[in-house]
């Protein structure tokens, strides 16, 4: 409208509502830098949402927020409040009362004036003994009468938030509509726990009784959920109570609710509600502490939110086995930490399902997981890096877009033939749908391609090659910050005998006391281990059994590693270690380089650091086999190893 004036500001409630959806594979790089920079796999995947995606808030923001709103919570007051306050309610009804008798000279004023002054010290009880007390003063057994009526109006409030307005009157058509309701309530839950079908006999309840429930819950387990909420904070107050002052304040509550049903109807709901849902915190306390005396009402309000956020507390908690961003409760992120809050879970919820429905992460019983497409990215991230240094040291130049050829081109070409998997001869191929067009006598343009005028790119088989990349997981490896560079290295390696060189055979075989063939997906999640050992000879072992598994191919084995060997198989099997390293060790790995030199393999070593022992044996290796070492820097050693297997599988032979 005209004359409206506007005042605009930066949005400080939560991420920017205008802001695009996270991007996924920004992610996935994201994860991926770290896990080739050491990192465990799984620890980044889980600190990607605890963190957020950059620039992103993520669970551990919302953790902090809701733990900082619990200590405040426990500050909030003291729960004690309801006994106090009824105690200065019947201290201010004695005063008005006494006040009154003073002004009288009658024997029945000087009667009233003893049994005021011979009222037990304990509030609940002379409030029980004065039930029947004829009050001289109207102010005073007003006063006195409120006493009952607000702690049997806070009890009822409390649990069903819909009686507020209600219960103002007092009269007897309220408590009447209220047995009803709390009658046909427990048998509805008494029914559903049989496990009868509740369906039909909820609508019916909620149309009778909907008044009562402003929450508008929509099933039996949302009204069993909000119900059970309220009713355990209820008996966690109590537990919160000293012995001295739950006995007051229970003593006050069974005076509140009087002698009719509704006391046990009260009691019969909390059973019933305790029976569905045990996992709730019944019997746990609190210990609060605040200036303001809390009434009931607020009391138990408190602790309610205490109780849910200790739940919200648990649920991003995402430690816990099988924990799933799909446990936390949006609803009560947003009624605990607010709208912003909310919204970031629900963006964190949907980067997770996108992660997982495009296919990058799985999730398994330890939780979330890369997935093959993912790996393959992360390869192929290792890769170009590696490649970038290659070009970078004029050390020779690899595309990746020539990914997938299975030959060197020879120049000629033929035509497509269903199967051929060599690249398309592209000029070739549009060249002939042109003459096509042009013979038919219906122009050149537009050009469509028909399956006729397709031809492929000749080219000459290359030698195919089996290669064992054997890789150091002993403890030193991590300690001296080389674990990085050797998931990057292997992964590279990995991506390019698959794209590059599709007809080699890779397997890689980590090592420490044990060794063991590695995937890639296992490759990403390896974590360090405080194991002590270095079995070169059993790495070895295995790599010979990968070589003959592949008679006709060129036979190559890299090994990185950056220490002497100090462990090695037995005859039985188990691996035998010792440091300083013994001669048997020695020997028995001897023995394995001999059978891979024999059999013709190409086996270089890549030895990282200048330990002296390490040193004299690989140039021994390396002598005996006549393979080659080098000697890299952790950060370089992706740069040697691909560059040397390119070398190697050229074919010695």
Same mark, same amino acid.
């Given at each position: 409208?005209?004359?409206?004036?506007?005042?605009?500001?930066?949005?400080?409630?939560?991420?920017?509502?205008?802001?695009?959806?996270?991007?996924?594979?920004?992610?996935?790089?994201?994860?991926?830098?770290?896990?080739?920079?050491?990192?465990?796999?799984?620890?980044?995947?889980?600190?990607?949402?605890?963190?957020?995606?950059?620039?992103?808030?993520?669970?551990?923001?919302?953790?902090?927020?809701? %733990?900082?709103?619990?200590?405040?919570?426990?500050?909030?007051?003291?729960?004690?409040?309801?006994?106090?306050?009824?105690?200065?309610?019947?201290?201010?009804?004695? =005063?008005?009362?006494?006040?009154?008798?003073?002004?009288?000279?009658?024997?029945?004023?000087?009667?009233?004036?003893?049994?005021?002054?011979?009222?037990?010290?304990?509030?609940?009880?002379?409030?029980?003994?004065?039930? /029947?007390?004829?009050? %001289?003063?109207?102010?005073?057994?007003?006063?006195?009468?409120?006493?009952?009526?607000?702690?049997?109006?806070?009890?009822?409030?409390?649990?069903? =938030?819909?009686?507020?307005?209600?219960?103002?009157?007092?009269?007897?058509?309220?408590?009447?509509?209220?047995?009803?309701?709390?009658? !046909?309530?427990?048998?509805?839950?008494?029914?559903?726990?049989?496990?009868?079908?509740?369906?039909? =006999?909820?609508?019916?309840?909620?149309?009778?009784?909907?008044?009562?429930?402003?929450?508008?819950?929509?099933?039996?387990?949302?009204?069993?959920?909000?119900?059970?909420?309220?009713?355990?904070?209820?008996?966690?107050?109590?537990?919160?109570?000293?012995?001295?002052?739950?006995?007051?304040?229970?003593?006050?509550?069974?005076?509140?609710?009087?002698?009719?049903?509704?006391?046990?109807?009260?009691?019969?709901?909390?059973?019933?509600?305790?029976?569905?849902?045990?996992?709730?915190?019944?019997?746990?306390?609190?210990?609060?502490?605040?200036?303001?005396?809390?009434?009931?009402?607020?009391?138990?309000?408190?602790?309610?939110?205490?109780?849910?956020?200790?739940?919200?507390?648990?649920?991003?908690?995402?430690?816990?086995?099988?924990?799933?961003?799909? !446990?936390?409760?949006?609803?009560?992120?947003?009624?605990?930490?607010?709208?912003?809050?909310? !919204?970031?879970?629900?963006?964190?919820?949907?980067?997770?399902?996108?992660?997982?429905?495009?296919?990058?992460?799985?999730?398994?019983?330890?939780?979330?997981?890369?997935?093959?497409?993912?790996?393959?990215?992360?390869?192929?991230?290792?890769?170009?890096?590696?490649?970038? /240094?290659?070009?970078?040291?004029?050390?020779?130049?690899? !595309?990746?877009?020539?990914?997938? =050829?299975?030959?060197?081109?020879?120049?000629?070409?033929?035509?497509? %033939?269903?199967?051929?998997?060599?690249?398309?001869?592209?000029?070739?191929?549009?060249?002939?749908?042109?003459?096509?067009?042009?013979?038919?006598?219906?122009?050149?343009?537009?050009?469509?391609?028909?399956?006729?005028?397709?031809?492929?790119?000749?080219?000459?088989?290359?030698?195919?090659?089996?290669?064992?990349?054997?890789?150091?997981?002993?403890?030193?490896?991590?300690?001296?910050?080389?674990?990085?560079?050797?998931?990057q290295t292997a992964l590279a390696l990995s991506h390019l005998v698959a794209t590059q060189f599709p007809q080699d055979s890779l397997q890689i075989i980590g090592f420490n006391k044990y060794a063991m063939p590695l995937t890639q997906g296992e490759l990403a999640a390896i974590e360090p281990d405080m194991v002590k050992g270095t079995n070169l000879q059993h790495a070895l072992k295995l790599a010979g059994r990968h070589l003959r598994r592949h008679p006709g191919a060129e036979p190559v084995v890299l090994v990185v590693t950056d220490g002497e060997p100090t462990a090695h198989l037995e005859d039985d099997g188990t691996a035998w270690f010792n440091w300083p390293t013994l001669p048997e060790t020695v020997e028995a790995t001897v023995r394995e380089v001999d059978q891979l030199t024999r059999y013709g393999a190409t086996l270089n070593l890549f030895m990282l650091g200048e330990d002296p022992g390490l040193r004299r044996f690989v140039d021994a290796v390396a002598r005996r086999s006549g393979g080659r070492v080098?000697?890299?820097?952790?950060?370089?050693?992706?740069?040697?190893?691909?560059?040397?297997?390119?070398?190697?599988?050229?074919?010695?032979?």
């Amino acid at each position: 409208m005209a004359g409206n004036r506007f005042r605009y500001g930066a949005w400080n409630d939560g991420p920017d509502p205008l802001a695009p959806p996270y991007d996924v594979r920004a992610a996935v790089d994201e994860v991926g830098e770290r896990v080739l920079a050491g990192d465990n796999l799984r620890d980044a995947l889980r600190d990607l949402l605890r963190q957020g995606p950059r620039e992103g808030r993520g669970l551990d923001d919302l953790r902090s927020r809701a %733990q900082r709103l619990r200590r405040e919570a426990l500050r909030r007051g003291n729960l004690d409040g309801a006994v106090t306050r009824a105690r200065q309610q019947l201290d201010q009804a004695l =005063a008005a009362e006494r006040d009154e008798l003073r002004g009288r000279d009658d024997l029945d004023a000087r009667f009233n004036e003893a049994v005021l002054d011979n009222l037990p010290r304990s509030t609940s009880r002379a409030i029980e003994e004065l039930r /029947d007390y004829d009050w %001289q003063s109207a102010e005073a057994r007003q006063t006195y009468e409120q006493i009952l009526d607000g702690l049997r109006r806070e009890v009822v409030e409390q649990r069903f =938030a819909g009686m507020r307005d209600a219960l103002q009157n007092g009269d007897l058509a309220t408590d009447q509509r209220l047995s009803e309701m709390l009658g !046909d309530l427990n048998d509805l839950l008494g029914r559903h726990a049989r496990g009868e079908d509740t369906g039909d =006999a909820f609508q019916q309840f909620m149309e009778k009784h909907g008044e009562f429930f402003p929450e508008k819950p929509e099933n039996v387990e949302e009204l069993i959920d909000s119900l059970a909420r309220r009713a355990a904070a209820a008996e966690r107050l109590m537990r919160s109570l000293s012995p001295q002052q739950q006995e007051e304040l229970s003593r006050l509550m069974d005076q509140a609710l009087g002698d009719g049903p509704l006391r046990g109807q009260l009691g019969e709901l909390t059973d019933n509600l305790r029976a569905l849902r045990p996992q709730l915190n019944w019997g746990r306390g609190e210990r609060m502490r605040g200036r303001e005396e809390l009434g009931y009402g607020d009391a138990t309000a408190a602790l309610e939110d205490l109780a849910e956020l200790d739940d919200l507390l648990d649920q991003l908690d995402d430690g816990r086995p099988g924990a799933t961003l799909d !446990d936390v409760d949006v609803e009560a992120v947003e009624r605990q930490l607010g709208r912003g809050a909310a !919204d970031d879970v629900r963006r964190l919820r949907e980067l997770e399902r996108e992660l997982r429905r495009q296919g990058w992460v799985t999730r398994d019983g330890d939780g979330l997981t890369l997935s093959p497409k993912a790996l393959r990215r992360l390869g192929r991230t290792a890769l170009a890096q590696i490649f970038k /240094d290659l070009t970078g040291k004029q050390r020779g130049e690899h !595309d990746l877009r020539d990914a997938g =050829a299975a030959g060197d081109l020879i120049g000629s070409s033929r035509r497509w %033939q269903f199967g051929d998997e060599q690249p398309l001869d592209v000029v070739r191929t549009i060249g002939n749908a042109v003459r096509r067009r042009a013979g038919g006598g219906t122009g050149t343009l537009p050009v469509r391609l028909l399956p006729e005028d397709f031809e492929v790119a000749e080219t000459e088989r290359r030698a195919s090659a089996v290669v064992a990349l054997c890789v150091d997981l002993s403890y030193s490896m991590f300690a001296d910050e080389r674990w990085g560079p050797m998931k990057q290295t292997a992964l590279a390696l990995s991506h390019l005998v698959a794209t590059q060189f599709p007809q080699d055979s890779l397997q890689i075989i980590g090592f420490n006391k044990y060794a063991m063939p590695l995937t890639q997906g296992e490759l990403a999640a390896i974590e360090p281990d405080m194991v002590k050992g270095t079995n070169l000879q059993h790495a070895l072992k295995l790599a010979g059994r990968h070589l003959r598994r592949h008679p006709g191919a060129e036979p190559v084995v890299l090994v990185v590693t950056d220490g002497e060997p100090t462990a090695h198989l037995e005859d039985d099997g188990t691996a035998w270690f010792n440091w300083p390293t013994l001669p048997e060790t020695v020997e028995a790995t001897v023995r394995e380089v001999d059978q891979l030199t024999r059999y013709g393999a190409t086996l270089n070593l890549f030895m990282l650091g200048e330990d002296p022992g390490l040193r004299r044996f690989v140039d021994a290796v390396a002598r005996r086999s006549g393979g080659r070492v080098f000697s890299p820097e952790a950060e370089e050693l992706g740069r040697y190893v691909v560059d040397d297997y390119v070398r190697s599988r050229r074919g010695k032979r």
